[in-house]
């Protein structure tokens, strides 16, 4: 330990002797941007885990129970990796018009907080014990949704807010009220796809299922789909 502290103020004392030396050559602006170059484009060093976990997999289902869209079902799946030593908590999102917490449970572990921010919610759930660097975990969450999706045009959206191999998102119609029109919206890439038949699926109930499969999502993306009905 007292070598690794020796070694970085040994680090610290040749940078500043550096910018000394290219303060008197090339002016104080030059260190300025260096500087600021550096903070925004750091020099390629060990890799660091990118966030605290990763998603192997990812499956969003959505049951619309009725024709007036008043009671609809959120089931999601996820099997998850964890990046980093000693993770305690879990965290899930939630947003959408009408009642979206009519009731909420999951599984393994218990959600204990809940609060705003913006348009969402953060759902924090304790995992009532530590994961460590490696383990996998696979978390289901149900949550029961009231006059969420009465309009003619509705939507479902999903972010993907951690590295994600592969994605998938279903919506259940019911049968007197299959939809007309599909589209996946890609949000930030500002790009819409028409869904074809190829993505829908008839239920041995009648019902229809469509389904949307991304292999490697891209992080930060926020996924929609759309449907007229």
Same mark, same amino acid.
């Given at each position: 330990?007292?070598?690794?502290?020796?070694?970085?103020?040994?680090?610290?004392?040749? *940078?500043?002797?550096?910018?000394?030396?290219?303060? &008197?050559?090339?002016?104080?602006?030059?260190?300025?941007?260096?500087?600021?170059?550096?903070?925004?484009?750091?020099?390629?060093?060990?890799?660091?885990?990118?966030? *605290?976990? %990763?998603?192997?997999?990812? @499956?969003?289902?959505? @049951?619309?129970? #009725?024709?007036?869209?008043?009671?609809?079902?959120? &089931?999601?799946? =996820?099997?998850?990796?964890?990046?980093?030593?000693?993770?305690?908590?879990?965290?899930?999102?939630?947003?959408?018009?009408? #009642?979206?917490?009519? #009731?909420?449970?999951?599984?393994?572990?218990?959600?204990?907080?809940?609060?705003? %921010?913006?348009?969402?919610?953060?759902?924090?759930?304790?995992?009532? =014990?530590?994961? =460590?660097?490696?383990?996998?975990?696979?978390?289901?969450?149900?949550?029961?949704?009231?006059?969420?999706?009465?309009?003619?045009?509705?939507?479902?959206?999903?972010?993907?807010?951690?590295?994600?191999?592969?994605?998938?998102?279903?919506?259940?119609?019911?049968?007197?009220?299959?939809?007309?029109?599909?589209?996946?919206?890609?949000?930030? =890439?500002?790009?819409?796809?028409?869904?074809?038949?190829?993505?829908?699926?008839?239920?041995? #109930?009648?019902?229809?299922?469509?389904?949307?499969?991304? &292999?490697?999502?891209?992080?930060?993306?926020?996924?929609?789909?759309?449907?007229?009905?």
């Amino acid at each position: 330990m007292r070598l690794h502290m020796w070694s970085k103020t040994v680090w610290r004392d040749k *940078l500043h002797d550096l910018l000394q030396k290219l303060t &008197s050559l090339f002016g104080a602006d030059f260190v300025t941007v260096l500087t600021l170059f550096m903070r925004y484009f750091p020099l390629p060093g060990p890799s660091q885990p990118q966030g *605290l976990y %990763e998603v192997l997999e990812y @499956e969003s289902e959505l @049951e619309l129970k #009725d024709a007036k869209g008043r009671l609809a079902l959120l &089931s999601k799946f =996820q099997r998850v990796r964890f990046l980093q030593n000693n993770i305690i908590a879990y965290q899930d999102q939630a947003w959408g018009d009408g #009642d979206i917490f009519a #009731d909420y449970q999951c599984s393994p572990g218990k959600a204990v907080d809940r609060y705003r %921010e913006g348009h969402r919610y953060h759902i924090l759930i304790s995992l009532r =014990q530590a994961k =460590q660097r490696g383990d996998i975990e696979v978390f289901n969450i149900t949550r029961k949704l009231r006059n969420s999706f009465t309009k003619s045009v509705e939507e479902w959206q999903t972010e993907i807010n951690h590295p994600t191999k592969d994605f998938s998102v279903s919506v259940i119609f019911p049968r007197s009220r299959p939809p007309r029109r599909l589209y996946l919206i890609e949000q930030n =890439q500002n790009r819409s796809t028409t869904l074809g038949p190829e993505t829908r699926h008839r239920l041995p #109930d009648g019902r229809e299922k469509v389904t949307c499969r991304i &292999s490697s999502p891209q992080l930060f993306e926020a996924y929609i789909l759309r449907w007229e009905w």
